[in-house]
């Protein structure tokens, strides 16, 4: 181990945790506000102003202008995980397995990619709004979705990407471990089971069911919406067959 590879463990363990930090910071700082505004409500809207006045917007949008792109599903289920995946600090536990796993030549690397792939995810599966209240989100893979795309980056992404480089410096692994034949195979997967499970608002006539995988699978919903569990028929199908099946020999899935 060289001289210098505590100090990049230390700063890379310091960059992966602060996305996490920055969530929960963010969310007891928003508790706080909603506490004093709720106190606040009923303090001065009941003993001096007798209430206050809600306003509702009604916006009418043109069915052009939803976004009905298939590759919603796949947006949101990059953010939940994203979301899930920086509330419990999964980017910290990433470099904490590759210390701990310092002497492996995989190790680090493997949590590189990851940290990197966490740092493309959030701006990649964020809903852009428009600049106008009655605007909506922007429809994916347009000139203004591109746009607020190239803002969308920030200190949680530098962060990771910071810590992701901090690893490969500190493991002295440059090599990433991941071929290119099974990364392409993952994202073809992934590609034909979002595309069966975008033909669910196609055959059902039902735009509620244009929403993810994690979405299909709560199953506090099967009650009002017990059609789910035939939208998951055709993608979980895919999957059986697709790794369900023994393994030929010398074929590599």
């Not at 030549?105 to 106008?132: C, E, F, K």
Request: charged share 15%.
């Amino acid at each position: 181990m060289s001289p210098s590879a505590p100090l990049a463990w230390m700063a890379a363990l310091a960059a992966a945790a602060y996305p996490t930090w920055d969530t929960w910071k963010t969310r007891f700082d928003w508790s706080s506000l909603f506490t004093a505004i709720s106190m606040s409500e009923d303090y001065y809207g009941k003993e001096h102003f007798g209430g206050f006045t809600e306003g509702v917007v009604s916006c009418v949008r043109p069915y052009d202008a939803i976004d009905h792109s298939p590759f919603l599903p796949l947006r949101d289920d990059l953010a939940t995980l994203t979301d899930l995946a920086t509330t419990w600090a999964v980017p910290l536990l990433a470099v904490l397995v590759a210390l701990m796993r310092r002497h492996s030549a995989t190790a680090g690397p493997r949590a590189a990619w990851v940290l990197a792939l966490l740092a493309l995810a959030r701006p990649l599966s964020a809903d852009y709004q428009g600049d106008n209240i009655c605007s909506g989100s922007l429809p994916m893979f347009t000139p203004d979705w591109f746009e607020a795309l190239s803002g969308g980056w920030g200190l949680w992404e530098l962060c990771l990407l910071a810590a992701a480089l901090l690893v490969l410096l500190a493991s002295n692994s440059p090599a990433l471990p991941i071929s290119g034949r099974r990364a392409l195979t993952t994202v073809m997967d992934a590609l034909v089971v979002y595309g069966l499970l975008g033909l669910a608002p196609l055959l059902t006539r039902d735009e509620s069911l244009r929403a993810g995988l994690l979405y299909q699978l709560q199953f506090d919903g099967l009650g009002d919406a017990p059609v789910r569990l035939l939208v998951l028929v055709l993608p979980l199908g895919y999957l059986l067959w697709r790794y369900g099946r023994p393994p030929r020999h010398g074929y590599d899935s």
